[in-house]
């Protein structure tokens, strides 16, 4: 009795360590931080740890064993599965939920293997798959991990081998599951005028979602990337963050949903809202990417690692330059003539810009371009307005030592134009319905392929007017109502059809025109993701130019894109001086708004001067490191700083904020992201004519006194805005 049992015991333990030895550990590492995956005694598919690297890989092993929160009979069964599928013991907000050929609509997934791609020596893809066993459903788990930049890109591809069809009712690209006492949520909001109002929440129990359902200009809402703090709410500079945003340019949903009082669980993708989507047999889904960093030290450093991802690999031309210009909108809107776009020619030559664009009303014979109820869709050049057309307009810009930039608003239609006459088909709306019109306008069906042909050859055409083309605004301004394709066979998959249409454009734009700047813009209420910055060089962050709300809204864009991607224009709106509305502009790719035959001598020589300025300094602010130094929501002052990767230049931007009997900046700013050993210079740069500044330029300071000390820059209510420039002295 005894030898038996004995033998089962050893059977028992043989089998528990045999178990063991066949659970694996997963880990997509980068520089500083792992996510660590593992598989259970069921071997499902386990997400163990995200945070920062342990010395010892054998330890990951052991995070598991340390979470005693455990299940009792009362509570619902849930583990920190990795991608979490409906139907079976999961009774929370699932990743996936499958109606299989059969009609069954439980999922179960279990892990049947793993790749591991080294692409280069930055860049890693982990690629797990997992398998319903019954149905011969296969989801495949993609981890692109940028080592360096410590940021990892998640998405999921799905096929199956069932006997018909399937339907995938929800397919989300990413599960992240934490663990942590509480968890604070910073996300930004917006509407027209009014974009990335910034709010940060506890998430207590239940669901909080940020989503989009309005099919183009989604971020008009809700922005699609977010910040997390685990624990403790992040400052700048301390506390753990994730940093994440949904590479999508149509719907997106992000679901935050807190249980079992210490676990949060992150859901994000394409949101499925009338969105069902039928997967054939053979057939493949891939879902958009979601891009999110880990940092222990706080919100600066997460911005920081997206900022270089983003340069480094995903924005157009991430690394390379940008050009300044100057836009005839707020100077001439609808009316113009070639007299007068000539003269704005010669005036982007005075200034000192690069480029003259040319904005909306160009176009349309017919019903001409001159408000916005008519004439878009018709993309042929208004032969009254323009004699020699935009051909004559680019010749005129070359020969002047500048070059030459237009507006295009392809994927919409005027009810009042040729366009909407001669292709009713090619225009989403709802049948035996009312149309509705935003901005007196509706959007083209980019599931239909006549229509891609349509808006590709608008773009070809502009260009063989004028070969040197060397920028195009990019506008959409109305949201898909009465959502319906006269052409598309399933209704269910038209949001997402409509994003792929536009995608394939954009792709064959780029084939045949890889390297011209474009702008990605959207009236108010931005449009902006990094799916689309694939194809975009930059994007317009709002309409609402006051340099006062502007520096709020950039802020808040600066949490997950950087300032090489962001256009902002001097403009006339806004009481504030001339130079604090460009020192606010030159935080990113400056540009212009402005009736440059109307500025007084002095505010001439001014822009001028700072053009030269800006010139000097843009790729510090373009490609360097940028640090949030004063929150604007909390002191009377405003500074951004920006620093170059030798550490040996730095810009910082300070601005007088006070709405309240507050006068001056009383102590210093302490500086980030400096050399301490070095010793730096400090001149203040971008000065009005007759300025005297205070600041003495012939001083040294080391980087390790601005940093603990720092240094005032004497902001106030009569120095409303001063740039710093900081250099290492040799």
């Known amino acids: 009795m005894k030898i038996k049992y004995l033998f089962y015991s050893f059977l028992i333990l043989f089998c528990k360590q045999n178990v063991s030895m066949a659970q694996q550990q997963i880990l997509i590492e980068t520089k500083n931080n792992v996510l660590a995956l593992a598989t259970d005694e069921k071997n499902s598919l386990i997400s163990n740890y995200f945070g920062e690297k342990i010395n010892s890989v054998a330890e990951y092993a052991s995070v598991s064993g340390l979470d005693k929160y455990k299940p009792g009979s009362d509570d619902l069964f849930n583990k920190r599965e990795a991608y979490i599928a409906s139907g079976s013991t999961n ?69 199956h081998d069932e006997k018909s069809n399937v339907t995938l009712n929800k397919f989300a690209s990413a599960n992240l599951t934490l663990a942590g006492r509480k968890f604070f949520l910073k996300n930004q909001y917006s509407a027209a005028m009014r974009e990335m109002r910034s709010e940060e929440q506890e998430l207590l129990h239940g669901i909080r979602t940020l989503d989009s359902k309005l099919g183009t200009r989604t971020n008009l809402l809700h922005s699609s990337s977010f910040i997390l703090s685990l624990n403790n709410q992040s400052t700048e500079d301390d506390g753990e963050v994730i940093a994440g945003s949904l590479e999508w340019t149509g719907n997106f949903k992000l679901d935050f949903e807190k249980f079992d009082d210490y676990y949060l669980r992150i859901t994000a993708g394409i949101n499925n809202f009338s969105s069902n989507y039928t997967l054939k047999p053979q057939e493949k889904l891939i879902t958009p990417r979601f891009v999110y960093t880990y940092s222990k030290s706080g919100k600066g450093l997460a911005s920081r690692n997206l900022h270089n991802w983003a340069r480094n690999y995903q924005i157009l031309d991430g690394k390379g330059q940008r050009s300044t210009l100057l836009n005839n909108w707020e100077t001439t809107y609808f009316d113009f003539n070639d007299t007068k776009l000539n003269a704005l020619i010669q005036d982007t030559k005075n200034l000192g810009v690069d480029v003259f664009l040319l904005d909306d009303g160009w176009f349309g014979n017919k019903y001409p371009r001159n408000g916005a109820n008519a004439g878009l869709g018709d993309w042929d050049f208004n032969r009254q307005k323009l004699k020699g057309g935009i051909s004559a307009l680019g010749k005129e810009a070359t020969k002047n030592g500048v070059k030459f930039g237009i507006w295009l608003e392809p994927e919409m239609v005027n009810p009042k134009s040729e366009l909407y006459e001669k292709h009713p088909d090619w225009i989403i709306r709802q049948p035996g319905r009312d149309e509705y019109y935003m901005r007196n306008q509706l959007v083209l069906d980019l599931t239909n392929k006549a229509v891609q042909d349509f808006i590709f050859n608008v773009v070809d055409e502009t260009f063989k007017q004028v070969p040197d083309l060397a920028f195009i605004k990019w506008d959409c301004n109305s949201l898909i109502y009465n959502a319906h394709s006269p052409t598309l066979k399933n209704q269910d998959h038209f949001y997402i059809e409509y994003v792929n249409g536009l995608n394939k454009v954009l792709e064959r734009i780029r084939k045949k025109y890889p390297k011209t700047p474009m702008m990605l813009c959207a009236g108010g209420g931005s449009r902006v ?128 904020m006070a709405t309240r009997n507050a006068t001056r900046q009383a102590i210093p700013i302490k500086m980030k992201g400096l050399d301490a050993q070095a010793l730096y210079k400090i001149q203040e740069i971008s000065l009005y004519p007759n300025m005297r500044s205070p600041i003495d330029s012939t001083k040294t300071y080391s980087g390790d006194f601005l940093m603990k000390v720092g240094f005032n820059p004497e902001v106030n209510d009569r120095r409303t805005s001063v740039v710093l420039k900081l250099t290492a002295a040799k």
């Open 91 to 159: 009774l929370l907000e699932p990743a996936l939920s499958v109606t299989h050929a059969d009609g069954n609509k439980s999922t179960v997934l279990t892990f049947k293997s793993v790749v591991k791609t080294k692409i280069d020596e930055n860049r890693s893809l982990t690629s797990i798959y997992l398998q319903d066993s019954k149905y011969k459903f296969n989801v495949t788990l993609n981890y692109l991990s940028y080592y360096n930049e410590d940021v990892i890109e998640q998405w999921a591809e799905f096929q």
């Open 529 to 656: 993701d990094y799916s689309a910055l694939k194809y975009f060089t930059e994007f317009w962050p709002s309409d609402n130019t006051n340099p006062f709300d502007r520096i709020f809204i950039q802020w808040e864009y600066s949490y997950y894109f950087p300032s090489i991607a962001v256009d902002n224009h001097v403009t006339d709106m806004g009481r504030q001086p001339l130079k604090f509305k460009t020192d606010v502009a030159m935080m990113g790719k400056l540009g212009y708004d402005v009736r440059v035959n109307e500025l007084s001598k002095d505010d001439l020589t001014f822009s001028k001067n700072a053009i030269k300025d800006y010139n000097d300094f843009k790729q510090t602010v373009w490609h360097g490191d940028q640090y949030r130094l004063l929150n604007p929501y909390e002191n009377d002052v405003a500074a951004i700083a920006y620093v170059n990767e030798s550490k040996k230049e730095a810009v910082v931007f300070s601005y007088f």
